[in-house]
């Protein structure tokens, strides 16, 4: 090719990469901008060309993930970003930029199936490493970590599968089974008993108390390990001879700073998957904590458990609302009386920001709404409601203690005040609404009720 006809080259690929790029505005882009809705037309297509731009890379990659459109990458020798970790071949399609005509044909051949699977992994990848800047640097720094800490670095599964590296902290465990995520992938189940951790807060004077039959009723659960009393009172512990016998161990700890976020500090004394969190005034009966745990082992990655709220947008104050009417629709269960794995204890600790902790301990009031929002945001699913004996009962043990707290007119504010201040740092709201409810199977022939496991739920 002689020296005129190499540049007349160069000027004609550079106004073809300019017009993809739609770095500078020409009549056909305009023409097209005027046509089409460039944005509508992204989120309507399955497969998205991204060609080389003016750059290194393309925006367009980004817009396409963002659509959930399917990229075709057409720049040979660019690196994906983040290839170190993420496999690019599961939510992408690599084609060649020297072969165009071949593109149509190769895409229509791709299975439904395939497409399906393609598009839900950008979606994925999109929300966990690449939906924000804070994202973005947070995934370069664990990539960074992970290459000199290779001793405890993350798995390819960890990268590539829900809920993605930045939620599955090396700190915690390089073992996938030691995650809840991970226990459907692995053919593994989580262990077959729970630890009991009841949050106390009010002095032990009377044998009667509440705190005292809850503990009883627990420990007689066949899947209960050990129960953990955190007494988070401002009074002495109370001595040995004063807590019942049980066939499980009983563990005190004082809590840290008698603060309401430590109820989740990840305690070395628990010793199992599950965790059992109750408040001391919680009532329930042995058959109901089994059935609620049977249920949680089926779903060990969800909050599993008894008293139900739920959140709104309220359109006149444009903000957030917190509603604890009992309605079929709900979105949070309140860590009271819930059951959940241990590691969201582990990821409370070492993942939120010191300043949403601090607003909790401040209000002493928020603990569980904040739980929900970190589970739900990890899961991106609902918690799961079960059914119960007796409505669970929000009442204080006396008009002194902390626990009355449920009686203050202020605490309901607070709660919605805590909503909007979470749904701020988390970017949006993470909580999703629920109709579910699990049930045992309830039949009212006398033959049925002889057989049922938990026939004693539907007793008043």
Not at 95 to 121: C, F, K, M, N, Y
Not at 161 to 173: D, M, N, R, W
Request: proline share 5%.
């Amino acid at each position: 090719m002689n020296s005129s006809s190499e540049t007349e080259s160069q000027h004609m690929t550079h106004s073809y990469s300019s017009t993809l790029t739609v770095d500078q505005p020409d009549f056909f882009s305009n023409l097209c901008v005027a046509r089409f809705d460039y944005r509508e037309m992204l989120h309507n297509s399955t497969f998205c060309l991204v060609p080389r731009g003016r750059r290194l890379g393309s925006f367009r990659f980004l817009e396409a993930l963002q659509a959930a459109c399917v990229p075709v990458m057409l720049s040979n020798g660019w690196e994906l970003p983040f290839s170190e970790v993420i496999d690019w071949n599961t939510a992408a399609v690599m084609g060649d930029e020297r072969l165009l005509l071949q593109i149509p044909s190769t895409v229509r051949s791709i299975h439904q199936d395939r497409i399906l699977a393609l598009r839900q992994q950008t979606q994925f990848l999109w929300e966990a490493y690449f939906s924000s800047v804070e994202k973005i640097v947070l995934t370069t720094l664990e990539i960074i970590q992970d290459r000199v800490f290779q001793q405890s670095s993350r798995s390819e599964l960890m990268w590539n599968t829900h809920p993605g590296a930045l939620f599955t902290l090396p700190q915690y465990s390089s073992f996938l089974g030691h995650f809840p995520f991970y226990h459907a992938k692995l053919g593994m189940k989580p262990s077959a008993r729970f630890s009991a951790v009841i949050h106390a807060v009010t002095p032990l004077v009377s044998q009667s108390q509440p705190l005292l039959k809850l503990i009883v009723s627990v420990a007689r659960s066949q899947y209960c390990a050990q129960i953990i009393v955190l007494w988070n009172c401002d009074k002495p512990l109370p001595a040995k001879h004063r807590w019942p016998v049980t066939s499980v161990p009983i563990i005190v700890i004082e809590g840290e700073n008698k603060v309401m976020s430590s109820r989740f500090l990840p305690y070395e004394s628990i010793a199992s998957d599950a965790i059992f969190s109750l408040d001391e005034d919680t009532v329930l009966s042995t058959t109901e904590v089994d059935f609620a745990f049977t249920v949680w082992q089926s779903f060990p990655e969800r909050i599993v458990g008894y008293p139900a709220r739920s959140h709104f947008w309220d359109n006149n104050k444009e903000r957030w609302g917190y509603t604890s009417k009992w309605t079929n629709d709900y979105s949070m269960v309140l860590t009271g009386a819930a059951i959940y794995h241990r590691y969201y204890h582990f990821l409370y600790s070492y993942f939120l920001p010191s300043s949403l902790k601090s607003l909790v301990d401040q209000l002493s009031n928020c603990e569980d709404i904040l739980m929900n929002f970190l589970v739900s945001a990890v899961t991106k699913l609902p918690p799961i409601k079960v059914t119960q004996k007796k409505q669970y009962k929000e009442t204080m043990m006396g008009q002194t203690s902390r626990s009355s707290r449920w009686a203050d007119p202020d605490h309901f504010a607070q709660r919605q005040t805590c909503m909007n201040k979470f749904a701020s740092w988390f970017g949006g709201m993470p909580l999703l609404h629920s109709q579910m409810r699990l049930d045992p199977v309830l039949f009212k022939d006398q033959v049925s009720i002889l057989r049922k496991k938990y026939r004693e739920i539907e007793r008043l």
